[in-house]
């Protein structure tokens, strides 16, 4: 598996024709180089001699040929290919230490996400739980301010998907659009303490809407609790972002996912969009999206939404055909129209 790095938008078709740029998605005001806690996700583990065995059972990402000094998305699905859970990835393995998994979820789905996979360990010899670590976003709007962080953080990764390990925790280049980057920082309270000493006046406290909004414009799917076994991967675009692999070996839905990428025509797909309004994003995770040619039934649903300026930045899934003509509207027939944005990759045609 070679190293990642999303495409740039600007050097791929936009798969709908004639949206407008994806920037006004991510943009935030505010301090330049800050950091949010991310408390909607929440950090769990896997240790154990069977540890990689066991989640290359389970999971649409081959993790067994995952490098040490990488991360990557990952979907756990039903036996009808529909995913309970999309989260990031990486492994751990200190020197004479049994095999160690980590990965984010969100944690709306976590405690239900661990006794499920529980359930199938069976005789493996690996252990599942949370663990005290927390999730923190930190975003630098340049190059400039990213250059200040590593001089108090140390060498931090530039590439997406790319991760080290410092005294000050785990860092994993986060994908993101036009100048600015982005980490996930899981660290512990100490280690959270300790930086943010280090860096006081310097590091900012950021709004967790903005980093949502990132990942809305990065394209990337987080699966919640609202949205449970909704989607096939495809569906939210998981194999787009390497999400899936195609060549691994068995795992729950596997044989449904296969189908649908080898055999079949996808007519639905992830994208993303502003609404205009005063809107709640208070239990719209999951709500229907409408189309205007479809009569009021339902084209689609909501699968992210953080606030924007005036309004909320999406993630939906809808049919292609919804997306090419007509307009959609949020959660009722008459509800605000959402505008389309180009996500950072093309559609395979």
């Known amino acids: 598996m070679t190293e990642s790095v999303l495409p740039n938008p600007a050097e791929h078709p936009v798969p709908v024709a004639g949206v407008p740029p994806i920037a006004a998605i991510e943009a935030w005001s505010g301090p330049s180089l800050h950091v949010a806690a991310l408390d909607h996700l929440q950090v769990f583990d896997a240790t154990g001699a069977d540890t990689w065995t066991f989640l290359q059972s389970q999971l649409t990402q081959d993790v067994a040929k995952l490098p040490a000094d990488q991360a990557r998305l990952a979907g756990y699905c039903t036996a009808k290919g529909r995913l309970l859970a999309s989260f990031v990835v990486w492994s751990e393995q200190p020197a004479g230490e049994a095999p160690r998994a980590l990965a984010l979820v969100d944690a709306s789905l976590s405690a239900g996400l661990l006794k499920r996979l529980s359930m199938f360990v069976l005789r493996a010899k690996v252990k599942l739980g949370v663990t005290p670590l927390a999730a923190y976003g930190v975003q630098a709007r340049v190059a400039a301010d990213a250059a200040v962080l590593v001089g108090i953080a140390g060498e931090l990764p530039s590439k997406p998907w790319a991760r080290v390990e410092l005294p000050s925790g785990t860092w994993i280049a986060a994908p993101s659009q036009g100048d600015s980057q982005r980490w996930w920082w899981i660290a512990s309270a100490e280690q959270h303490a300790e930086l943010l000493a280090k860096a006081r006046g310097v590091l900012e406290p950021g709004d967790v809407q903005a980093w949502r909004r990132a990942d809305i414009a990065a394209g990337l799917p987080w699966i919640e609790a609202a949205t449970q076994d909704m989607f096939v991967p495809q569906s939210v675009n998981l194999e787009l972002v390497e999400g899936v692999s195609f060549t691994k070996g068995c795992y729950p839905g596997q044989e449904i996912v296969a189908r649908s990428h080898y055999l079949g025509k996808l007519k639905r797909r992830m994208f993303a969009g502003i609404a205009h309004g005063a809107i709640d994003t208070a239990g719209l995770v999951g ?63």
């Open 287 to 349: 709500a229907d999206v409408f189309h205007s040619e479809r009569d009021n039934e339902p084209s689609g649903r909501v699968v992210n939404a953080a606030q924007a300026e005036g309004g909320v930045a999406l993630l939906l899934e809808s049919t292609l055909a919804s997306a090419q003509s007509g307009s959609l509207s949020l959660a009722a027939p008459d509800g605000a129209k959402i505008e389309l944005r180009a996500l950072p990759y093309a559609f395979p045609g």
